[in-house]
């Protein structure tokens, strides 16, 4: 890895990771501060949910009475239930489009503006630059996840409430996990095409496919199949932050499609024809 590329991409995008990370904060403490609100209302918002549909409460994560009673408490949301709900559940997703924006044009935004020719002329392998460039996206994205840690932990005490430190740093460490999957193919569609617009919509779509499969297949049992299919399905984080049973196939299955897509795209862009 060289240190100059890493350092680089760091200084480049302080401005963009510090921006994800102050919304990350503010949701995450917003969640935090509105949820003392929620005794005052008089509303058994278990009895809400379940005049849902089946379906609906499937694709939500609630089907079954284990993850009811996790959630819920004589008819009202349990803290992290209701924190689970509002924002760690969403926070791959964030984080996820961040990793799509970022890495979707890893090298055909080089390649478009004309600076992979000038870097490459140096005694620079492509290798050595594709992961620099790599790793410095992945320390940008877990300086954003440590943030949003720290918000839900110090949020937490403003409001007298226990969120156990093993448990959020588990949840926040598997969400992390699954943006640094997203981030694995995303970089594979940029070595790929090296036009930024289509490497954007393809590692978008890859993204939204995944997700919506997840919902998909929880939701209609006919196609239950396809939930298998989806990365988001294996992010079990209100198991992760109420009890810390962390779903370690899934944290398999991110690190191998991670170091897959990485290898495929180290084979890829090192045999490229960089000429468009």
């Given at each position: 890895m060289s240190l100059s590329i890493y350092r680089n991409v760091l200084t480049l995008a302080r401005v963009g990771v510090l921006s994800w990370s102050v919304v990350l904060v503010l949701w995450a403490l917003l969640v935090v501060w509105i949820y003392p609100s929620l005794e005052d209302t008089g509303v058994n918002f278990e009895d809400y949910l379940n005049a849902m549909p089946e379906q609906l409460r499937a694709s939500m994560g609630i089907a079954g009475e284990?993850?009811?009673?996790?959630?819920?408490?004589?008819?009202?949301?349990?803290?992290?239930?209701?924190?689970?709900?509002?924002?760690?559940?969403?926070?791959?997703?964030?984080?996820?489009?961040?990793?799509?924006?970022?890495?979707?044009?890893?090298?055909?935004k080089e390649v478009e503006r004309g600076t992979l020719d000038v870097v490459l002329s140096q005694p620079v392998e492509r290798t050595t630059f594709l992961l620099s460039k790599l790793a410095g996206f992945l320390t940008l994205a877990l300086a954003a996840t440590v943030a949003s840690a720290i918000a839900v932990l110090l949020g937490a005490l403003t409001i007298g409430e226990d969120a156990n430190l093993s448990n959020v740093v588990a949840v926040h460490a598997v969400s992390f996990l699954?943006?640094?999957?997203?981030?694995?193919?995303?970089?594979?569609?940029?070595?790929?095409?090296?036009?930024?617009?289509?490497?954007?919509?393809?590692?978008?779509?890859?993204?939204?496919?995944?997700?919506?499969?997840?919902?998909?297949?929880?939701?209609?049992?006919?196609?239950?199949?396809?939930?298998?299919?989806?990365?988001?399905?294996?992010?079990?984080?209100?198991?992760?932050?109420?009890?810390?049973?962390?779903?370690?196939?899934?944290?398999?299955?991110?690190?191998?499609?991670?170091?897959?897509?990485?290898?495929?795209?180290?084979?890829?862009?090192?045999?490229?024809?960089?000429?468009?």
């Open positions: 284990a993850e009811s009673a996790l959630m819920f408490d004589a008819g009202a949301f349990t803290y992290l239930g209701f924190l689970n709900v509002e924002y760690i559940s969403w926070l791959p997703l964030l984080l996820g489009i961040y990793a799509v924006v970022y890495c979707g044009g890893l090298i055909s699954l943006v640094v999957a997203i981030a694995g193919y995303s970089t594979l569609a940029s070595c790929v095409s090296l036009d930024p617009g289509r490497s954007l919509a393809v590692a978008g779509v890859l993204t939204a496919l995944t997700y919506f499969a997840n919902v998909l297949g929880s939701a209609i049992s006919a196609v239950g199949w396809v939930k298998y299919a989806s990365l988001f399905y294996y992010y079990d984080s209100l198991q992760v932050i109420a009890q810390g049973e962390v779903n370690w196939t899934g944290v398999g299955v991110y690190v191998a499609v991670f170091a897959v897509t990485t290898a495929a795209s180290v084979l890829v862009f090192r045999r490229k024809d960089l000429v468009r």
